[in-house]
């Protein structure tokens, strides 16, 4: 059956803050797109994590939330306020659902867009991110923290890197890629960390032995750094493992104009999850000025990750759309008041919406 015979199903998660204004505009601008793409109507299925989960469950990550995701392919992820939560109940909901589904790969695009005041107006790259192992102690134990002190006065970590993952991320990589520019770069520091990630890098030279098609190369953490801020446009893909990318995918948002831009995905083979990589903003919380670009942005690379998996061409005519109609309202001078502009976010998503129909 195709997806122009049957709804797609999507969940849909406010989460805090400026989270139901920003979700609600991307549901906005999806049904647009999907429409245009003459595609059946979504399927939205209603969600709750955060304050809205506490009032309700007691819980701001509900185990009705996490086992409606297994039935789901895909959902929207609204920031979340995780600091916020009641100590004895705190919890970061994006993490645990990333641990609970298996979404291991964190895909970052940074690209510069007209209309938008970028420190690095060439940049145009993918950042793949290990999302499920390294140092972050709240992914790689099978049981509590890989963080521990055996004195009150040391602190140690524990970081995990498997062959296992490498190699899955590393064929995401490739094949994202393949669609690209051809040329993969391995981020490391086996200098230092030669077991770990040396093992990160060396799995990934053996993988792309795959992809005769695709240039690799590798840099080290430390000067890959400088070299996105020196000259961002040599770069196409970029794998590196789950801390490296953090810090990397940070640091290129913000060279391609502001992280309120940053779009991500967070996927596994079955199942992904759209999610902007900016957080709730409470104090915008309701004054309908937060910049819904990112989680629009989000939105369509999980529809680009759907016409993919499942062979759609409708599916990536309605992700481009969406990609197409942001950067031209952008262009056009329309933008929030955290890009310099004076729109609000419906003004905002109006437009989008508008031009999703303008190719």
């Known amino acids: 059956m195709t997806a122009t015979k049957a709804n797609l199903r999507l969940g849909v998660i406010d989460g805090d803050g400026i989270g139901p204004e920003v979700v609600a505009a991307t549901r906005a601008v999806v049904d647009e797109a999907i429409g245009a793409a003459g595609l059946a109507p979504v399927r939205w299925v209603p969600l709750s994590i955060g304050h809205d989960a506490i009032a309700t469950y007691g819980n701001p990550l509900p185990e009705q939330t996490l086992t409606a995701l297994e039935d789901l392919d895909a959902w929207i992820l609204g920031p979340h306020d995780n600091a916020s939560y009641p100590s004895d109940i705190r919890v970061a909901p994006g993490g645990v659902i990333r641990k609970r589904l298996g979404l291991y790969a964190n895909i970052r695009p940074a690209a510069a867009f007209t209309g938008v005041r970028a420190m690095a107006p060439d940049i145009d790259l993918v950042i793949v991110r290990e999302n499920s192992e390294g140092f972050y102690a709240d992914r790689n134990m099978f049981a509590g923290s890989g963080e521990f ?25 490739l094949r994202l890629a393949r669609g690209r520019r051809k040329r993969v770069t391995v981020v490391h520091k086996a200098n230092v960390l030669p077991m770990t990630t040396g093992l990160f890098r060396d799995v990934c030279y053996a993988v792309a032995e795959q992809y005769p098609d695709v240039t690799v190369d590798d840099e080290h953490v430390d000067a890959m750094a400088a070299h996105l801020v020196r000259s961002p446009a040599e770069f196409d893909v970029i794998v590196t493992e789950n801390l490296f990318g953090d810090i990397l995918s940070d640091l290129a948002g913000e060279l391609s104009g502001s992280l309120g831009m940053a779009a991500s995905l967070n996927c596994s083979d ?19 000025r937060a910049n819904p670009a990112a989680l629009q942005l989000s939105a369509a690379m999980l529809l680009r990750w759907l016409g993919v998996r499942d062979n759609n061409s409708s599916l990536h005519d309605a992700a481009e759309r969406i990609t197409h109609a942001v950067a031209a309202t952008l262009a056009a001078g329309i933008a929030t008041a955290d890009l310099g502009g004076l729109a609000s976010t419906s003004e905002f998503t109006e437009q989008v919406r508008a031009r999703v129909h303008r190719r």
């Open 270 to 288: 079955t199942r992904a999850m759209a999610q902007a990589v900016h957080g709730a903003a409470p104090g915008l919380a309701g004054h309908n």
């Open 149 to 173: 002190r055996p004195t009150e006065d040391v602190a140690m970590a524990v970081a995990v890197i498997t062959r296992q993952a490498c190699e899955r991320i590393a064929h995401q990589a």
